[in-house]
């Protein structure tokens, strides 16, 4: 039932409830952005730190909610291919649109370029590390022979790498030196914003994932295209929204940053999260591991335009969109059977 209930799965209704969940979405991406940035301007938060972790991490919200609910339901499921599909958008989409949309090229910096793009780098590796482990440490006794447990230790590894990058954050904040703007800055008030922003963002982004699945089961769309294609953007919606925003406005950096800190945030804190809470997931690594390698891809892609004059112009923006695409092409061969890297 779509709309908490109130209406039947329809094409109709569920277009309708994109639409609007879309525009509650813009909304609340709007309230997350602007009162994130009166807070670090009060707290003199640097703009990596204010895109890297407060817009990251707000506009990861649904992703985290959705896998905690999953989990306290009892039919978590880790979803690999969904949340690698996710990140994929993420790294290739979302920065080539915020560059289409600014009117100069997006502005980077060596910290974003050297700390945030490689942290996220080793985020990825110690996520596959991870799948090795239970595949390793803990096989499925009957099951395929590359099918693996991640249990609660195991989920501890990402999560301790995101307290490292908590810490190296926390440091980059008492080497700043910033003035503090608390004049005309109702700190209450934008904390108030800041919650309800995430509250909108929350119920729009379930509703609009509800209806996308429904539309996507009506008309026939397999389930691999349409959880790695199709509802991974739509999970990312905010974080497209928040980033596009940001570059409109010339903030370039908040935007790339918070790219890279949603991505490290879903990966090293959401899936870990999931697994304490259920207490193990199966994972496939036949599967898995394919698509962290198309995801190591798109990152080295995007940190190789960044560094290129430190700077994203509107022609690599293309080969990013372009990029994704092959991705797509590539989810429709596997859908097809016309390729089987995916086992």
């Given at each position: 039932?779509?709309?908490?209930?109130?209406?039947?799965?329809?094409?109709?209704?569920?277009?309708?409830?994109?639409?609007?969940?879309?525009?509650?979405?813009?909304?609340?991406?709007?309230?997350?952005?602007?009162?994130?940035?009166?807070?670090?301007?009060?707290?003199?938060?640097?703009?990596?730190?204010?895109?890297?972790?407060?817009?990251?991490?707000?506009?990861?919200?649904?992703?985290?909610?959705?896998?905690?609910?999953?989990?306290?339901?009892?039919?978590?499921?880790?979803?690999?291919?969904?949340?690698?599909?996710?990140?994929?958008?993420?790294?290739?989409?979302?920065?080539?649109?915020?560059?289409l949309v600014s009117d100069e090229p997006l502005e980077t910096n060596r910290?974003?370029?050297?700390?945030?793009?490689?942290?996220?780098?080793?985020?990825?590796?110690?996520?596959?590390?991870?799948?090795?482990?239970?595949?390793?440490?803990?096989?499925?006794?009957?099951?395929?022979?590359?099918?693996?447990?991640?249990?609660?230790?195991?989920?501890?590894?990402?999560?301790?790498?995101?307290?490292?990058?908590?810490?190296?954050?926390?440091?980059?904040?008492?080497?700043?030196d910033a003035e503090r703007l608390t004049d005309d800055i109702q700190i209450?008030?934008?904390?108030?914003?800041?919650?309800?922003?995430?509250?909108?963002?929350?119920?729009?982004?379930?509703?609009?994932?509800?209806?996308?699945?429904?539309?996507?089961?009506?008309?026939?769309?397999?389930?691999?295209?349409?959880?790695?294609?199709?509802?991974?953007?739509?999970?990312?919606?905010?974080?497209?929204?928040?980033?596009?925003?940001?570059?409109?406005?010339?903030?370039?950096?908040?935007?790339?940053?918070?790219?890279?800190?949603?991505?490290?945030?879903?990966?090293?804190?959401?899936?870990?999260?999931?697994?304490?809470?259920?207490?193990?997931?199966?994972?496939?690594?036949?599967?898995?591991?394919?698509m962290m390698g198309v995801l190591t891809l798109a990152t080295v892609l995007?940190?190789?335009?960044?560094?290129?004059?430190?700077?994203?112009?509107?022609?690599?923006?293309?080969?990013?969109?372009?990029?994704?695409?092959?991705?797509?092409?590539?989810?429709?061969?596997?859908?097809?059977?016309?390729?089987?890297?995916?086992?």
């Amino acid at each position: 039932m779509a709309l908490f209930g109130l209406l039947p799965h329809t094409p109709v209704v569920d277009v309708f409830v994109v639409f609007v969940a879309t525009g509650l979405i813009w909304m609340g991406s709007g309230w997350l952005e602007g009162s994130a940035e009166q807070l670090s301007m009060y707290y003199g938060l640097p703009a990596v730190v204010q895109g890297s972790i407060v817009v990251a991490v707000g506009s990861s919200f649904p992703e985290l909610s959705s896998v905690v609910f999953a989990a306290l339901s009892g039919v978590f499921d880790i979803g690999v291919g969904a949340i690698v599909g996710s990140a994929i958008f993420n790294i290739l989409a979302i920065p080539a649109f915020s560059a289409l949309v600014s009117d100069e090229p997006l502005e980077t910096n060596r910290t974003l370029v050297y700390k945030e793009a490689q942290f996220y780098m080793i985020a990825v590796s110690v996520l596959v590390v991870t799948f090795a482990f239970a595949v390793i440490y803990a096989p499925v006794p009957d099951g395929p022979p590359l099918l693996g447990r991640i249990t609660r230790p195991l989920a501890m590894l990402p999560l301790l790498l995101y307290g490292l990058y908590l810490f190296i954050q926390w440091q980059d904040v008492n080497d700043h030196d910033a003035e503090r703007l608390t004049d005309d800055i109702q700190i209450e008030r934008q904390w108030l914003t800041l919650v309800a922003g995430l509250a909108v963002i929350l119920v729009a982004v379930e509703q609009l994932v509800g209806s996308v699945e429904s539309l996507s089961t009506t008309f026939g769309i397999p389930e691999l295209l349409a959880g790695v294609t199709i509802v991974a953007a739509a999970t990312s919606l905010p974080d497209l929204l928040v980033s596009v925003r940001a570059a409109r406005r010339g903030k370039s950096v908040t935007s790339l940053a918070n790219v890279l800190g949603s991505n490290t945030f879903d990966l090293l804190v959401a899936i870990p999260l999931g697994v304490l809470i259920a207490g193990s997931v199966v994972i496939d690594f036949a599967t898995a591991v394919p698509m962290m390698g198309v995801l190591t891809l798109a990152t080295v892609l995007l940190f190789a335009a960044l560094r290129t004059d430190l700077s994203l112009t509107k022609y690599e923006a293309y080969a990013l969109i372009v990029s994704y695409l092959l991705f797509v092409a590539w989810i429709i061969a596997e859908v097809l059977g016309v390729t089987g890297a995916l086992r």
